[in-house]
């Protein structure tokens, strides 16, 4: 597709395109300047880009989140942290999945987390 075409499903201005490819948020387009064609990895880029921004990181930040390849970091609760490959973000995915898999873990670890307690609290009063 045309950047015309690339501004249009993405809805981002061409000026901030060329900035994030300029920055290196995003790959540079295949074919001449005249002939510059993108494709679903530009879209990805520029989606992943706009929600990071969204989450409230700077940019300073998001290169160095998608440079250092370990992920975003999100504060769940006291003491927990998920991380998300980057990757993941802006590819348009279905959440549901990934959502119920967390869900589910939370949930186990919680319930093992009370049941050691429960256990210990228990033998200490032995």
């Known amino acids: 597709m045309n950047i015309h075409k690339l501004t249009a499903l ?4 061409e000026r901030q395109i060329r900035y994030l490819i300029a920055e290196g948020f995003m790959p ?3 074919g001449g300047r005249s002939n510059a064609e993108y494709d679903k990895e530009h879209v ?10 969204e989450l409230g ?3 300073a930040a998001i290169k160095l989140l998608l ?4 992920g975003v970091p999100f504060p769940v609760a006291p003491g927990i942290t998920l991380v998300i490959d ?16 967390i869900e589910t873990l939370l949930r186990d ?17 032995d």
């Open 67 to 70: 440079e250092g390849r370990q």
């Open 28 to 30: 540079p387009p295949r």
């Open 57 to 59: 990181f700077p940019p």
């Open 86 to 101: 980057p990757d993941l973000l802006g590819s348009g995915a279905d959440p549901g999945p990934l959502i119920e898999r």
């Open 10 to 13: 993405t809805r981002t201005p």
């Open 109 to 125: 670890q919680l319930v093992r987390d009370t049941n050691h307690e429960h256990d210990r609290a228990a033998a200490d009063k």
């Open 44 to 53: 990805t880029a520029i989606r992943r880009y706009t929600r990071l921004r």
